[in-house]
T-cell receptor, first 110, second 113 residues
Framework: TQLLEQSPQFLSIQEGENLTVYCNSS?????LQWYRQEPGEGPVLLVT?????EVKKLKRLTFQFGDARKDSSLHITAAQPGDTGLYLC??????????FGDGTTLTVKP | DTGVSQDPRHKITKRGQNVTFRCDPI?????LYWYRQTLGQGPEFLTY????????KSRLLSDRFSAERPKGSFSTLEIQRTEQGDSAMYLC???????????FGQGTRLTVV
């Protein structure tokens, strides 16, 4: 069974601070996705990383895929209250289905 | 087409009743997935279809659960004889074959009382 562990589980910061959340596994994934989910809604795709060592930037968000394709990180610069939500990582296997971590709940206080 | 659509958004049912949920994927997507999410956890895989063929079912999918995708377009997920432990958010997602990422609908929140 492929497992993804996300840390920290909860993170509460002030507006303007930087933060990094992590997604770790002992398994290799063909790709990894990051999603953001708000209460009562479905996950919304932020990014897909495919190549080991890959770095992708989406405005203030920077995503990195580990060289061995087992782990990933999400760094947010100058966090804003609108960044509040549950951040989920998901590893995609060859069959297309994804294994999800339990997420990091981020709260950004104004 | 604006994305994956799920209906209903919310369902409250009494224990022992049957419920059915519908998912309309993004129109050109040939893969469709069902996941279940409980509070404080990430989505858990239930089953997926490629076109009309159901290719994999999780052991989480007991014999009270059945999913169909009769014409390779929309899908239904039925739960028979619901139990309180079935209370969860049921998420549908779709993707193109070979594409690494899936796109999710807004989910159906099921509450069994």
């Amino acid at each position: 069974t492929q497992l993804l562990e996300q840390s920290p589980q909860f993170l509460s910061i002030q507006e303007g601070e930087n933060l990094t959340v992590y997604c770790n596994s002992s398994s290799v994934f063909s790709s990894l996705q990051w999603y953001r989910q708000e209460p009562g809604e479905g996950p919304v795709l932020l990014v897909t990383v495919v190549t080991g060592g890959e770095v992708k930037k989406l405005k203030r968000l920077t995503f990195q895929f580990g060289d061995a394709r087992k782990d990933s990180s999400l760094h947010i610069t100058a966090a804003q209250p609108g960044d509040t939500g549950l951040y989920l990582c998901a590893g995609a296997g060859n069959a297309g289905k994804s294994t999800f971590g339990d997420g990091t709940t981020l709260t950004v206080k104004p | 087409d604006t994305g994956v659509s799920q209906d209903p958004r919310h369902k409250i049912t009494k224990r022992g009743q049957n419920v059915t949920f519908r998912c309309d994927p993004i129109s050109e997507h040939n893969r469709l997935y069902w996941y279940r999410q409980t509070l404080g956890q990430g989505p858990e895989f239930l089953t997926y279809f490629q076109n009309e063929a159901q290719l994999e079912k999780s052991r989480l999918l007991s014999d009270r659960f059945s999913a169909e995708r009769p014409k390779g377009s929309f899908s239904t997920l039925e739960i028979q004889r619901t139990e309180q432990g079935d209370s969860a958010m049921y998420l549908c997602a779709s993707s193109l074959w070979g594409a690494p990422e899936a796109f999710f609908g807004q989910g159906t929140r099921l509450t069994v009382v």
